[in-house]
């Protein structure tokens, strides 16, 4: 079972914050060149672009083609002015890289095979091995590429915020304790008890279940922002967050 993504008020991302988002800033940006909204993007790439190379693959592409489609249509996707069209009323950057890959596939790639491209994407350039034995992995499915897309950007998502989270109990000196209880996030605890955990760690039983419950809150907070990064208005947050929640559970 997967934590929930509902928090308290305190636990809502601040509008302050939330404007200087990822995609946001993209968006405010628009067909402007920008420093900081180039950056920005290309974060939201580096962080994303498994699931459009399993997206690829499922299309029937071979690794090697995969491999270069990816590097032309980020190389592509990363040049100024590219999101000029882009309406900020559409706002999950997930459908938008989707549909900008849809769209490579039918109209540029063919030139782009003809065409010699210059700088590899840096992100990219060491990845393809890694991605094929990733994709390799993937469970057999009836999932649609466009199923599998989403159902991989979730799970990088989630990935994501553990990472997160982890990165938050490590600087503050709790990476044993993260490892002791990170699957209390994920529902009922198996083997290891909370009077293991607490003996193992120093601490009382009931220590270690307030300390369930602000991980848990930590886990909240780190994944509203994330999925923050991703989406056009605060509004949108819990609607993105149902949703990824349902693809990973179907």
């Known amino acids: 079972m997967a934590p929930s993504g509902k928090g308290s008020e305190e636990d809502e991302t601040p509008s302050g914050v939330f404007a200087t988002t990822h995609w946001n800033v993209v ?20 962080t994303y672009w498994y699931p459009l190379y399993a997206f690829v693959r499922r299309q029937g592409h071979s690794p090697h083609d995969t491999e270069d489609l990816l590097q032309g249509f980020f190389a592509r996707f990363l040049e100024k002015h590219y999101l000029g069209d882009v309406n900020p009323a559409k706002g999950r950057f997930r459908s938008f890289l989707l549909a900008a890959m849809k769209h490579y596939l039918a109209n540029e790639w063919d030139k782009a095979k003809a065409v010699k491209r210059g700088g590899r994407i840096d992100f990219l350039s060491l990845e393809g091995e890694a991605a094929e034995s990733r994709y390799y992995e993937e469970p057999v499915s009836e999932l649609t590429p466009e199923k599998l897309y989403e159902q991989r ?6 990935e994501r915020v553990m990472e997160r989270l982890q990165s938050e109990f490590v600087a503050s000196g709790q990476g044993p304790l ?3 209880l990170k699957d209390s996030l994920l529902g009922e605890r198996q083997g290891v008890s909370y009077a293991d955990v607490a003996v193992l760690q120093g ?16 886990y909240q907070r780190l994944l509203r922002e994330e999925i923050a990064h991703t989406v056009a208005r605060p509004e949108d947050v819990d609607e993105e967050i149902r949703y990824l929640f349902s693809v990973v559970g179907g």
């Open 27 to 46: 968006l405010a940006v628009g067909h402007t060149a920008d420093v900081q909204a180039s950056a920005a993007l290309e974060k939201l790439c580096r």
């Open 153 to 158: 950007w979730a799970y990088e998502l989630l």
């Open 203 to 218: 601490l009382s039983e009931e220590a270690v279940k307030k300390r369930v419950q602000r991980m848990r809150k930590q």
């Open 178 to 180: 993260f490892e002791a």
